[in-house]
């Protein structure tokens, strides 16, 4: 459920649309060719969390592997991929509310929708009020139901017309890598269930049987969804709300109120436990003297980490009201693909000390996280120079907050 959870996100009520406009009905085998992409990533994220009895994760496996530099590039990468996530499911929920509020996609209307969101989660962070996580199994239950009403209606109403014919031309080779790269977004945040992966009884059986059979549950859905979404809305490629104009056309005006429902509690629940997260991430990074001592301040009354919150809400904030879905999908993979890479490179690194303690260790060597890298180094040709700069831009930031913090620890 965590790997699944971690994969099934926000994503996926946005991104039909985009793989249509850009592979059209072949956008269905581009799910297939993510999840293959995927797989050497995933299995090594197998092997990592199986070393650890306790709590693991990428940060540690860069510490442990290359040093305190990089794991805290490691945490600050995982940081940003949940900034840019929460930034463009922000982005998502706005699009979704404004088809039925207009009003709230207009210039002045989008930017009050993004703020009053950003503003609600962040003070919720602030005052402490998190006893609304409880309620993300409520959320989760609401969102699945949702996702495997439309597949299966469609089949129900359309039969066999939900079946493409592959009779048009293939898209050009750069259109499928840009697709590859935008449905890529769908496939991450898996590496979240590796955090307690230790915490399993048999880590080396459960890590793998979980990622395996989440990639595969994921990807059976995906590829449901996308077929039924292309033959129940024929202009696919041109709307920002995908599925909700699949469900409207399905099921008329109550299809789309029922998504819309299935958009709002997956979203809410994505932004309220990206924020959580991502938070502690700044703060638990400070208390090591890798950020600036500031990340690290407790409200004196709520006993939160109040100012990494306010950054995290501000940043949220500008990069949502500056960016669109896709760009910023786009700039999260990119950040993440960067921390696989580094996970990835760490096996070679941490394998000699597991060895023999009887841990999950891939056969064929180094050649799966070698296809691992590769896969990644593939997927970043396909990244649009403004991904690549406002991503290394953050970077940039991220490794000069690290070294002011290393400069007040000294002093």
């Known amino acids: 459920m965590l790997v699944v959870n971690g994969l099934i996100g926000a994503g996926i009520f946005g991104l039909p649309s985009g793989a249509?406009?850009?592979?059209?009905?072949?956008?269905?085998?581009?799910?297939?060719?993510?999840?293959?992409?995927?797989?050497?990533?995933?299995?090594?994220?197998?092997?990592?969390?199986?070393?650890?009895?306790?709590?693991?994760?990428?940060?540690?496996?860069?510490?442990?592997a290359f040093g305190p530099f990089i794991g805290f590039q490691g945490g600050w990468l995982y940081y940003l991929a949940r900034l840019?996530?929460?930034?463009?499911?922000?982005?998502?929920?706005?699009?979704s509310v404004a088809y039925f509020l207009p009003i709230a996609g207009d210039s002045t209307g989008r930017l009050i929708s993004l703020a009053i969101i950003c503003i609600g989660l962040g003070a919720i962070n602030v005052l402490g009020s998190l006893e609304s996580i409880r309620s993300m199994t409520v959320f989760t239950i609401i969102k699945f139901a949702v996702l495997i009403l439309l597949p299966v209606g469609g089949f129900i109403t359309l039969g066999a017309d939900v079946i493409p014919k592959f009779d048009t031309p293939l898209p050009p080779t750069s259109d499928l890598g840009s697709a590859a790269l935008l449905l890529i977004y769908a496939f991450v945040g898996f590496e979240g269930a590796v955090v307690?992966?230790?915490?399993?009884?048999?880590?080396?059986?459960?890590?793998?049987?979980?990622?395996?059979?989440?990639?595969?549950?994921?990807?059976?859905?995906?590829m449901l969804i996308q077929l039924v979404s292309q033959a129940?809305?024929?202009?696919?490629?041109?709307?920002?709300?995908?599925?909700?104009?699949?469900?409207?056309?399905?099921?008329?005006?109550?299809?789309?109120?029922?998504?819309?429902?299935?958009?709002?509690?997956?979203?809410?629940?994505?932004?309220?436990?990206?924020?959580?997260?991502?938070?502690?991430?700044?703060?638990?990074?400070?208390?090591?003297?890798?950020?600036?001592?500031?990340?690290?301040?407790?409200?004196?009354?709520?006993?939160?980490?109040?100012?990494?919150?306010i950054f995290f809400g501000v940043s949220a904030f500008l990069l949502s009201a500056f960016g669109t879905f896709t760009v910023l999908a786009a700039m999260t993979v990119l950040s993440r693909l960067f921390l696989y890479i580094m996970s990835c490179a760490a096996i070679p690194k941490l394998r000699p000390r597991f060895l023999k303690q009887g841990r999950f260790v891939l056969k064929g060597g180094y050649s799966i996280p070698v296809l691992g890298i590769l896969a990644c180094l593939w997927l970043m040709l396909q990244v649009s120079a403004q991904s690549v700069y406002m991503t290394g831009l953050f970077v940039a930031i991220g490794t000069g907050l690290y070294w002011l913090g290393k400069k007040q620890q000294s002093a």
């Open 84 to 95: 840019i996530s929460f930034s463009a499911n922000t982005v998502l929920l706005t699009d």
């Open 20 to 64: 249509a406009a850009l592979a059209g009905e072949y956008s269905i085998l581009i799910y297939a060719f993510c999840a293959l992409l995927m797989l050497p990533v995933i299995l090594c994220f197998a092997e990592l969390g199986s070393y650890f009895r306790g709590t693991g994760g990428p940060i540690t496996y860069g510490r442990l």
């Open 196 to 222: 307690p992966a230790g915490e399993a009884k048999r880590p080396e059986r459960d890590m793998p049987l979980g990622l395996l059979l989440g990639l595969g549950c994921v990807t059976v859905l995906y």
């Open 232 to 309: 129940a809305t024929p202009d696919l490629a041109a709307t920002k709300t995908p599925l909700l104009d699949a469900s409207a056309a399905l099921f008329g005006s109550v299809g789309a109120v029922i998504l819309m429902i299935g958009v709002a509690a997956s979203v809410i629940a994505n932004l309220i436990g990206s924020m959580f997260s991502a938070t502690r991430v700044t703060y638990a990074l400070s208390l090591e003297n890798s950020l600036p001592a500031w990340f690290g301040t407790v409200h004196s009354k709520f006993l939160t980490p109040a100012n990494s919150v």
